[in-house]
């Protein structure tokens, strides 16, 4: 367990909440370790029906914490991160999880939601790819997915030029199912969760399985983590996390790739 991701377990919905508002809900290692732990269990768990993902304060997540990412450069970076350990349990779930966000979801805040299955936002909700800027690539396999669900020009405006997406847009080109008011966004997820537990579970997993290409999935997963590894050691990247850091824009024109 671990202080920054409450689970908590009401009526067969597994509600996983990040808990660090002071870091804009920014994922450590030990806060993807919590969310792994949590999500083997629900698929094994007949207890657990949803998973319901939400986040404390302004901000549903600022995506991995970028002290990490830099700590990984410096070597400290496998193939069984706890970042890529949460992607892929993200990509086998056969159970239905569901999203409710506020504010700012970024990288992973945003790639998670393509592994929801209901997606609430509220009205101050933007979705942020901002991999190239930070002079990596896309992950949890959003190098396929979103393209494919938004098309390839809208989804490169996110990862490429790092635009973030308003919640009406995700809602009209089908990233979300609904725009809510900040203070109903969790008592609407909550209600669709309720709707879901009284389904039967064989049928939704079933379902599920049906509507989501898992081997694919993990195969893109994996392409993309290994271009993910280089890309974090290199110059480029090293500049974006010291711009983060030392809060200036980072300058890439005079480095090599
Ligand atoms: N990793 C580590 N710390 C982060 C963080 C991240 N991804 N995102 C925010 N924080 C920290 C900030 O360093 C700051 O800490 P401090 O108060 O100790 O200085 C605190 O959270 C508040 O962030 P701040 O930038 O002041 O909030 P904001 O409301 O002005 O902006 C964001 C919010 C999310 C837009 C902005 O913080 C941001 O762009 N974060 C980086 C997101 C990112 O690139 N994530 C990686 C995606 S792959």
Redesign the pocket.
Same mark, same amino acid.
């Given at each position: 367990m671990n202080e920054h991701v409450k689970a908590e377990l009401i009526d067969g919905i597994l509600v996983l909440t990040l808990q660090r508002p002071?870091?804009?809900n920014?994922l450590t290692g030990a806060m993807y370790d919590a969310l792994s732990d949590n999500l083997e269990r629900a698929e094994t768990d007949s207890a657990i029906k949803v998973v319901l993902f939400q986040g404390e304060g302004d901000?549903f997540t600022?995506?991995?914490?970028?002290?990490d990412f830099a700590a990984q450069a410096n070597g400290r970076n496998s193939e069984d991160s706890p970042a890529f350990r949460f992607i892929g349990n993200l990509g086998k779930m056969t159970k239905p999880l569901i999203a409710a966000v506020q504010g700012?979801a =970024?990288? =992973?805040g945003t790639t998670m939601l393509l592994h929801c299955d209901l997606v609430y936002l509220a009205d101050n909700a933007r979705l942020i790819t901002?991999?190239v800027n930070?002079a990596?690539v896309p992950e949890a396999a959003s190098s396929w997915l979103l393209p494919t669900r938004i098309g390839h020009v809208r989804a490169y405006q996110m990862f490429a030029l790092g635009e973030p997406m308003d919640a009406a847009t995700a809602v009209a080109c089908g990233l979300a199912n609904a725009v809510l008011p900040p203070a109903e966004v969790r008592q609407k997820a909550m209600a669709a969760a309720v709707t879901l537990t009284k389904r039967p579970a064989g049928s939704l997993s079933a379902t599920k399985k049906l509507m989501r290409e898992q081997e694919k999935i993990a195969l893109k997963m994996s392409e993309e983590s290994e271009l993910f590894r280089q890309r974090l050691t290199s110059p480029e990247a090293a500049e974006a996390f010291a711009a983060?850091a030392e809060r200036r824009p980072p300058d890439f024109t005079k480095l090599s790739n």
């Open positions: 002071e870091k804009k920014a901000s600022a995506g991995n914490d970028l002290a700012n =970024v990288g =992973v901002p991999f930070l990596l983060f």
